[in-house]
């Protein structure tokens, strides 16, 4: 069960990540500062409205709050290197990680938050013998609740159709009449969102404190290099792989938990360096 709260919060940074690159092609290092920031704006937020029938708005309210941020920074600074090498993407989303986590520092400070009372409202069930607390059962649901709107939006819906055509073929769609540009805000906004509502669902278990957003761009990349970058069904995939194997690794190896995964994700490369569900690319 911890397994698979650990993947639903992996799910939601690493599918928001794998969004991003795919549609607009960009590796965004800054994804992780998203995450911290979902996370500080949702614990303001529960702070302001615990003990109120308005508290789970909090929630959604981060992610939206976090997405805009998200649409400023791409409209701002990013759409103006989609057609530069990789390496001003990797500089400019690595500075703006940095600008973003001192920004978050200076707005709420140095202490961490806890909104642990909303976590132990919730309660607990019995599973199998054992206690079990319902906010991260409540996690789970929603995580699965999300990937399939995500899922539904993409494959069913025109907007998921057009960002489709986008990610497959930029100049295509521009002939036909696409505007990238907005779609490419659209991506940015969803993927930041989902980074925000992760974080800001991690918070009432743990606490909103610096130096949570490296952790989460560290495991969102190995997710995606396990599943396939650009793959959704990969990111979520990766996301249960790395959920079940922290989860294990806490209980029965924690002094190498954290080098599990790298050494999956090092036999996967090794096996199929495109990851599980990636497409291979070969030199014309």
């Known amino acids: 069960m911890d397994g698979l709260f650990y993947g639903s ?34 614990a303001i937020l529960i702070k302001l409205m615990i003990g109120t029938p308005y508290t789970v708005i909090a929630f959604p309210l981060a992610a939206v709050i976090v997405g805009l941020t998200g649409i400023a920074i791409e409209r701002g600074f990013i759409k103006w290197i989609y057609e530069k090498d990789y390496t001003y993407q990797l500089l400019l989303t690595f500075g703006l990680s940095l600008v973003l986590s001192d920004a978050v520092r200076i707005t709420f400070g140095t202490e961490p938050m806890y909104v642990t009372k909303l976590y132990a409202h919730a309660g607990a069930i019995d599973v199998l013998g054992n206690p079990y607390p319902v906010y991260n059962l409540i996690v789970i649901g929603l995580a699965f609740l999300i990937g399939c709107l995500l899922w539904l939006m993409m494959s069913k819906t025109r907007v998921g159709k057009v960002i489709r055509a986008c990610a497959l073929d930029r100049e295509m769609s ?57 793959s959704m069904k990969g990111a979520l995939i990766g996301s249960l792989i790395i959920g079940l194997i922290r989860a294990f690794g806490i209980a029965l190896f924690p002094e190498i938990e954290l080098a599990i995964a790298y050494l999956v994700m090092a036999i996967v490369l090794l096996v199929r360096p495109q990851g599980l569900f990636g497409r291979e690319y070969r030199a014309a």
Do not use: C, K, W
Request: charged fraction near 5%.
């Open 9 to 42: 919060i992996l799910y939601l940074v690493a599918s928001g990540l794998t969004l991003i690159f795919g549609v607009a092609n960009i590796l965004n290092l800054a994804h992780g500062a998203f995450y911290m920031l979902g996370a500080y704006v949702a």
């Open 174 to 230: 521009e002939g036909i009449g696409i505007n990238t540009s907005r779609v490419f805000a659209l991506a940015f906004f969803i993927g930041t969102a989902l980074a925000g509502i992760s974080g800001a669902l991690v918070v009432p278990q743990s606490a909103a404190m610096l130096g949570i957003d490296a952790d989460a761009l560290i495991q969102s990349f190995i997710v995606i290099v396990i599943g396939g970058v650009g």
